[in-house]
């Protein structure tokens, strides 16, 4: 969802961000007889960087308890677009597009990450046993923030 990518099926196309779905006994659009045959992911927008940041117990190849993905586009050291996304949040993949709109504009600096996190954690609404996501969520926010911080600006740019 957030590298903008399209799914094909036997039967059609699906943008990332529509294909999953909350139904009885199913977590996507597909139909019964359809099938993904292909992903498609179109080529980084020069200036983009992406980051993956993931909460999980054990250290080896294990399901998120939380999860972040974000894009940023940037020049002059401020963001001029945006895609994060929650994973493990919701039932479905969750994207932050307050938090996006938040940043748009704005120097990728330790303030903006502090604000876009409080904002990403005051938009979850926990459920019962859950409410610790919170906490990670705001944190997994912030340091996929901070870490295009550390790899965009007018040095990366140049090299880019």
Do not use: C
Not at 2 to 20: C, G, H, P, S, W
Not at 90 to 117: C, H, Q, Y
Request: without cysteine; proline residues 4%; hydrophobic residues 45%.
């Amino acid at each position: 969802i957030a590298l903008d990518a399209k799914i094909m099926t036997t039967k059609r196309t699906v943008e990332a961000e529509a294909f999953f779905d909350v139904r009885l006994q199913k977590s996507t659009v597909l139909d019964a007889d359809e099938l993904v045959t292909e992903i498609q992911i179109p080529s980084p927008i020069k200036g983009s960087q992406s980051a993956y940041e993931k909460f999980r117990i054990r250290k080896a190849i294990d399901f998120p308890i939380l999860s972040v993905a974000s894009v940023l586009w940037s020049e002059s050291d401020k963001v001029v677009d945006a895609r994060i996304v929650l994973g493990a949040a919701a039932p479905v993949p969750l994207r932050l597009r307050d938090v996006e709109n938040t940043i748009k504009g704005r120097k990728l600096d330790a303030k903006t990450a502090e604000e876009a996190s409080a904002m990403a954690a005051r938009a979850t609404l926990p459920m019962g046993k859950n409410e610790f996501k919170v906490l990670i969520t705001k944190a997994l926010v912030k340091r996929a923030i901070l870490a295009h911080k550390d790899r965009i600006g007018p040095e990366s740019l140049e090299s880019a």
